[in-house]
T-cell receptor
Framework: TQLLEQSPQFLSIQEGENLTVYCNSS?????LQWYRQEPGEGPVLLVT?????EVKKLKRLTFQFGDARKDSSLHITAAQPGDTGLYLC????????????FGKGTLLTVNP | DTGVSQDPRHKITKRGQNVTFRCDPI?????LYWYRQTLGQGPEFLTY????????KSRLLSDRFSAERPKGSFSTLEIQRTEQGDSAMYLC????????????FGPGTRLTVT
């Protein structure tokens, strides 16, 4: 059972377009992380959100954590070819172990 | 740069051989995690250390797998009698005690079992 569902699975857009990717779950998370991964490399942490309703901005990227801490979205404004990569969301349940549960990711391609 | 490092980056081995991977976490991080990632999937949790104590192991971690973190610093992951199904990217991550969900990953070790 995939606890975190990401959509869309694939997204191909032109440079300059805006996009939103989604991360949904029926489970509550104590924190949610977004990562970007390039082929053959480890995931690179973009942001951590911990409070329901929290919005964080990182240059052209806007991250939102759902009020119930079950879902999240990533919005990219004016996408650039350098934004190409696999975007992964990962939730931590908390308690004594903060192991991350990952979605399958959204593979984004930004064409020049 | 003092990010997470992993060695080797790539390993090709024949079925039945033993392999060992090393992870050096960010120095001030007391939590260390191992994950495995196969093609088209997100990383899956394998095991977790807080300092030198191994506190949880996934059911994915069969008896052929063992991990250690002897002095609470670097960690090793050993796979004995490798099988083709062990082929994957093995990722190590570390996190600080204050924000343990905020995990920083190394570049991974790509294992290919032939």
């Amino acid at each position: 059972t995939q606890l975190l569902e990401q959509s869309p699975q694939f997204l191909s857009i032109q440079e300059g377009e805006n996009l939103t990717v989604y991360c949904n779950s029926s489970s509550v998370f104590s924190s949610l992380q977004w990562y970007r991964q390039e082929p053959g490399e480890g995931p690179v942490l973009l942001v951590t959100v911990v409070t329901g309703g929290e919005v964080k901005k990182l240059k052209r990227l806007t991250f939102q954590f759902g009020d119930a801490r079950k879902d999240s979205s990533l919005h990219i404004t004016a996408a650039q070819p350098g934004d190409t990569g696999l975007y992964l969301c990962a939730g931590a349940r908390g308690g004594s172990n903060y192991k991350l549960t990952f979605g399958k990711g959204t593979l984004l391609t930004v064409n020049p | 740069d003092t990010g997470v490092s992993q060695d080797p980056r790539h390993k090709i081995t024949k079925r039945g051989q033993n392999v060992t991977f090393r992870c050096d976490p960010i120095s001030e991080h007391n939590r260390l995690y191992w994950y495995r990632q196969t093609l088209g999937q997100g990383p899956e949790f394998l095991t977790y250390f807080q300092n030198e104590a191994q506190l949880e192991k996934s059911r994915l971690l069969s008896d052929r797998f063992s991990a250690e973190r002897p002095k609470g610093s670097f960690s090793t992951l050993e796979i004995q009698r490798t099988e083709q199904g062990d082929s994957a990217m093995y990722l190590c991550a570390s996190s600080p005690s204050g924000t343990p969900g905020e995990q920083y990953f190394g570049p991974g070790t790509r294992l290919t079992v032939t």
